[in-house]
């Protein structure tokens, strides 16, 4: 075997452009390892597991490019790194003759037009890209995170004083006038308006949604930290406001993991005060009375039915798909491996402790996992977060992370059900059914026993993946197709029932 | 609310500059929304043997 490491001091790429390259290199000639990255402390782990680490490796700092690989010899190891070379001083933009502008000055200068700034740029330079952009007059989505708190109060305030929205930080979801916005989906313009603190949470309810028969007007983020005490819901109430003096939007759904208790308030305040029905989805939050015209939803999936019958759709709910696959299996413990944050969040929290505790990265205590790359018992896993995604591409685009530990819970005998989310929709993985199904037939072979596996595919016919062909790929890999994340729970919840799993 | 919200988040078809992640771009492009791509690279950050060469001529 031939290794080569080659650092390259300084150079940025952006995360998803070092994994279109690691994969890349993985298809050259006998090539059986490709890990291109930024050298930041958790990538210097995964170079560590895969014998990549050498000193200068290290040696190396965040800022710096790791083009890591391993050959079956030396000449196709020299190949595959040249091949490397190329594709990383590779032009971005050549399909254009364009000089690309370097500032958003510049950009607005060249585009008068724009309405709408995305910001995904590390969370540590973020702010300034962000408060210039408000300057200019412009609204702002900012996907970054790792934005101090009080950068973004400021940015709110900034805002708030121009008259336009920050969407974020943390926020990677959006659709304005009928535009997919970071990670979303094509979805029939209608008259619900969303606005959510929750990315794939706002995607689940905009997907059943269309399929109910209704469309979505605008689906507005906050960004996760919104309706925090600190920052108390400035924009999720500013877009409330927005809202609520649209006249394309009749119905308005919010959804949240839960608030703090006065933002909370404030927010159902301003929702009673608007003159249109509310759907209110706190994930997790016990039920609450109706007040006025302000509902609540427990789940997701609950949440855009309610607000789907309110614009007067008649469409029904769409059902799960393989279920007969549960009637079998072995082992004792449910493995949730989610991509999408809410979705891990909303599991966790139907779930509760009815089969004993569940580990989970989103838990607190004891109830954290010791080692975040290995389950213990029930394990519920949001694979967004920090600890699984520094210096990488998040989930919902760079699956290796996941497939990996799908295989891993395929080799623990204890494992008895896997619980996936796919997302499909702008922003993610062009086919992310296969990608998976290659993951889970390989899962079987290491299982060597029958393992149920629950995919709950969150997306709508219109997006470019094809809504159909994932759902058939998925199939015919052996996998039960949820159609919503509380279906999926529930198929798991009854399935760990049957098997009488009591609490230990 | 002291400062309503300006409607223009929603009130004209979108046109985005994006900072960032091509992806989000390409995605834009696939969808016929205007984008134009920002090139951003990090802010140089000051190297340290420079700084302290700056600190012992200071």
């Known amino acids: 075997m031939a290794t080569r490491v080659l650092i390259r001091p300084r150079e940025y790429h952006d995360s998803v452009r070092l994994m279109r390259v690691s ?9 059986t390892e490709a890990l291109v990255m930024m050298a930041t402390p958790n990538n210097r782990k995964i170079l560590a597991t895969s014998g990549l680490l050498t000193p200068e490796a290290e040696a190396a700092k965040p800022d710096d490019l790791v083009v890591a690989l391993i050959a079956e010899i030396n000449g196709q190891a020299d190949a595959a790194l040249d091949r490397a070379r190329a594709l990383l001083t590779e032009q971005t933009t ?6 690309l502008p370097r500032t958003i000055d510049a950009a607005l200068a060249a585009a008068p037009e724009a309405s709408i700034a995305t910001i995904s740029v590390p969370g540590a330079h973020a702010f300034g890209p962000a408060k210039r952009a408000l300057e200019l007059g412009l609204n702002v989505l900012l996907f970054s995170d790792n934005v101090s708190l009080e950068d973004e109060v400021r940015l709110k305030d900034l805002a708030e004083e121009k008259g336009r929205l920050v969407m974020g930080p943390d926020c990677g979801t959006a659709i304005i006038g009928g535009a997919a916005l970071g990670f979303a989906n094509q979805v029939r313009r209608g008259p619900v308006g969303v606005i959510g603190a929750s990315g794939t949470g706002m995607q689940e309810i905009t997907c059943l949604l269309d399929w109910l028969g209704t469309g979505v007007s605008h689906a507005i983020g906050t960004g996760g930290r919104d309706l925090s005490a600190a920052v108390g819901g400035r924009t999720m109430l500013r877009a409330l406001d927005l809202l609520a003096a649209d006249a394309g939007t009749e119905v308005i759904v919010v959804t949240s993991k839960p ?23 706190f994930v997790g939050d016990p039920d609450r009375r109706p007040q006025g015209n302000v509902a609540f939803a427990g789940t997701l999936s609950a949440a855009a039915e309610h607000a789907a019958r309110l614009a007067g759709a008649t469409g029904q709910m769409p059902v799960a798909e393989g279920t007969e696959a549960l009637a079998t299996g072995s082992g004792r413990y449910l493995r949730g491996l989610y991509a999408g944050g809410t979705l891990c969040y909303e599991a966790l929290t ?19 996992p010791a080692d975040p790359f290995r389950s213990e018992g029930h394990t519920i896993i949001d694979l967004g977060e920090d600890e699984y995604t520094q210096g990488r591409a998040h989930p919902m685009i760079d699956p290796d992370t996941r497939n990996r530990r799908i295989l891993a819970e395929a080799a623990d005998p204890d494992t008895a059900l896997l619980l996936l989310d796919l997302v499909i929709g702008y922003g993610a993985h062009d086919d992310p059914a296969t990608a998976l199904a290659e993951t889970l037939t390989q899962a079987r072979a290491i299982a060597g026993r029958p393992l149920p596996v629950i995919v709950t595919i969150c997306g709508t016919a219109g997006d470019p993946q094809g809504f159909d062909g994932q759902i058939a790929t998925l199939r015919a890999a052996g996998a039960i197709v949820a159609r919503s994340n509380a279906e999926a729970v529930r198929l798991a919840s009854d399935f760990l029932e049957a098997r009488h799993v009591q609490p230990a | 609310m002291s400062n309503p919200p300006d409607p223009s988040l929603i009130a004209t078809p979108p ?6 992640v091509e992806l989000f771009a390409d995605a834009l492009r696939q969808q016929d929304v205007p984008v134009i791509q920002v090139q951003w690279t990090p802010p140089d950050e000051p190297e340290d043997d420079l700084m302290s060469l700056l600190d012992s001529l200071i």
């Open chain 1, 259 to 281: 608030p703090s208790p006065e933002v909370a308030e404030a927010v159902i305040a301003r929702c009673a005060a608007i003159g249109k029905p509310v759907v209110v989805n």
């Open chain 1, 23 to 31: 994969q890349a290199l993985r298809q050259e000639p006998g090539v």
């Open chain 2, 15 to 20: 046109s985005v500059i994006n900072v960032g």
């Open chain 1, 350 to 368: 139907l779930i509760g402790d009815r089969f004993g505790p569940v580990q989970s990265n989103l838990a607190k205590g004891n109830l954290k």
């Open chain 1, 94 to 99: 050549s399909r254009t003759a364009e000089v």
